[in-house]
């Protein structure tokens, strides 16, 4: 059974930094691209950034780029997602999200939250 | 703003059918058949329904079909059922430099 399991979400003050891990597993994580796509409270889904299955490809959503850096670890079958400089606006549930198309994604995992505020 | 756009709502009686259309640019979905239709249910992850404009997952009802006619791509729902009531969202590959684009979501409500 395909698994992805976020962690690393919770409370951070404007400007902070945070560290999200999607723990993979029922597939081969290696062949896989991954992204992480983000839902703000009440609010629609936004493409947040995407990861070749080598690592060698990366894209990022305008509203993030320069302040997050998406990783992975293929010998842990492991997708990252490091914050920094976190704003309000940031704050949302965030999924970890692949598939076997590489614009459709048919793997959810259950959504970390990431809260911003002072 | 979502870069692609969606009624915020649509409904319709058990039985009946709906369509939900997602309007884009010749940048995304008029420019290729990478066109993505996610059922949510809520405080729920998103589930694929429609992948490359009209193609069904495995497991996903016949009643969901999707199409595409220039800049607007459409989902279908046939024989509404109670259990469809949820948020929809399209999504669609971009040559721009974001990749991918979601649309704001609709709001299904069956009556």
């Known amino acids: 059974e395909v698994q992805l399991v976020e962690s690393g979400g919770g409370l951070v003050q404007p400007g902070g930094s945070l560290r999200l891990s999607c723990a993979a597993s029922?597939?081969?994580?290696?062949?896989?691209?991954m992204n992480w796509v983000r839902q703000a409270p009440g609010k629609g889904l936004e493409w947040v950034s995407y990861?070749?299955?080598?690592?060698?490809?990366?894209y990022y959503a305008d509203s993030v780029k320069g302040r997050f850096t998406i990783s992975r670890d293929n010998a842990k079958n492991s997708l990252y997602l490091q914050m920094n400089s976190l704003r309000a606006e940031d704050t949302a549930v965030y999924y970890c999200?692949?598939?076997?198309?590489?614009?459709?994604?048919?793997?959810w995992g259950q959504g970390t939250l990431v809260t911003v505020s002072s | 703003q979502s870069a692609l756009t969606q009624p915020a709502s649509v409904s319709g009686s058990p039985g009946q059918s709906i369509t939900i259309s997602c309007t884009g640019t010749s940048s995304d979905v008029g420019g290729y058949n990478y066109v993505s239709w996610y059922q949510q249910h809520p405080g729920k992850a998103p589930k694929l329904m429609i992948y490359?404009?009209?193609n069904r997952p495995s497991g996903v009802s016949n009643r969901f079909s999707g199409s595409k006619s220039g800049n607007t791509a459409s989902l279908t729902i046939s024989g509404l059922q109670a259990e469809d009531e949820a948020d929809y969202y399209c999504?669609?590959?971009?040559?721009?430099?974001?990749?991918?684009?979601f649309g704001g979501g609709t709001k299904l409500t069956v009556l």
């Open positions: 029922g597939f081969t994580f290696s062949s896989y691209e």
């Open positions: 999200a692949s598939g076997e198309m590489a614009t459709s994604w048919d793997y």
């Open positions: 990861i070749s299955s080598s690592g060698s490809t990366i």
């Open positions: 490359e404009v009209s």
């Open positions: 999504s669609s590959y971009t040559s721009s430099s974001t990749h991918v684009v």
